[in-house]
């Protein structure tokens, strides 16, 4: 199949990649990532997926949307929700993207992360897949998680260390314990 994959950053592109080609789909790579923050992290996984697309050969069509103020207004009320909306507006943008070029199907790099809902993520898919006519790539790619570390330190990619959101950046950075005075 003509696939449309959905990157999230260069990394989690290595492994479904290349299970993707090794069943002999055809891949174009589409990075839409408007929750990135702050954005100089959305630039450097930007560069990161640019590279990792020279590098293997993979045709890339880039949505350069930085739209934090469209997340945060969608998440702000219910923050433990934001994932939802963030998988559910990747996919949506995907399979428009699919739609729109012709695309046999889509996919995303999301279904690599060992740290996504992949229930959630696939029914989302689902349900857009048959929305928009196009056929949704629901493939685990979880057992490849090591590898995909693996050839990523190879390729001297950038490693991110959290998921991209305003929140997981906080979630990773700031302390949670903290001693509390008295």
Request: glycine residues 4%; aromatic residues 14%; contains cysteine.
């Amino acid at each position: 199949m003509n696939i449309l994959l959905h990157i999230c950053c260069g990394n989690c592109a290595i492994y479904p990649v290349l299970q993707l080609r090794e069943q002999n789909h055809q891949l174009t790579g589409y990075f839409f990532n408007h929750n990135i923050h702050p954005y100089q992290e959305y630039t450097r996984r930007l560069e990161t997926t640019l590279d990792y697309a020279r590098q293997v050969d993979l045709p890339l069509l880039i949505e350069d949307q930085y739209l934090l103020e469209e997340f945060l207004a969608n998440v702000a009320a219910e923050p433990e929700q934001r994932c939802t909306y963030c998988y559910r507006s990747r996919l949506t943008k995907t399979v428009q993207k699919a739609a729109e070029e012709k695309f046999e199907a889509f996919s995303t790099t999301l279904l690599y992360s060992r740290y996504q809902n992949q229930e959630a993520i696939i029914k989302f898919g689902q349900e857009l897949a048959l929305e928009y006519g196009v056929t949704f790539v629901d493939q685990d790619f979880r057992p490849g998680w090591n590898e995909g570390i693996r050839i990523s330190k190879e390729m001297a990619l950038y490693r991110q260390q959290y998921c991209g959101c305003i929140y997981s950046e906080k979630e990773r950075y700031h302390p949670r314990d903290k001693v509390k005075a008295s």
